[in-house]
Nanobody
Framework: QVQLVESGGGFVQAGGSLRLSCAMS????????MGWFRQAPGKEREFVAG????????DYAASVKGRFTISRDNAKDTVHLQMNSLKPGDTAVYYC??????????????????WGQGTQVTVSS
């Protein structure tokens, strides 16, 4: 059973930075694609960023490209989301997600199987 625990959320002013972390346990982390999603009040959950099990493939939502960076540390079974130049529109609950990697699937978008509890990010104007 995969377990995901997020940390690093908080309150920040527009233009500031935050770094989210997600620790995975229960399975071999280096074999899993990892993703970050977010859900703002009254909106559907949306993809933010993803990284393949190999670390070679990353992808970002257009709204965060150039501001957010996803990375993974296989030695610590952890994925990070560095968020810079934050905007009030980035305010949301951020969720970490995981799915088993697949050589036949060279993308990091799509459905994920395991989810964390979420961490709140609030950006003030």
């Amino acid at each position: 059973q995969v377990q995901l625990v997020e940390s690093g959320g908080g309150f920040v002013q527009a233009g500031g930075s935050l770094r989210l972390s997600c620790a995975m346990s229960g399975r071999t982390f280096s074999l899993y694609d990892m993703g970050w999603f977010r859900q703002a009040p009254g909106k559907e959950r949306e993809f933010v960023a993803g990284i393949s099990w190999s670390g070679y493939i990353t992808d970002y939502a257009a709204s965060v490209k150039g501001r957010f960076t996803i990375s993974r540390d296989n030695a610590k079974d952890t994925v990070h989301l560095q968020m810079n130049s934050l905007k009030p529109g980035d305010t949301a609950v951020y969720y970490c997600a995981a799915r088993a990697g697949d050589l036949a699937r060279p993308v990091v978008t799509g459905a994920f199987d395991y989810w964390g509890q979420g961490t709140q990010v609030t950006v003030s104007s």
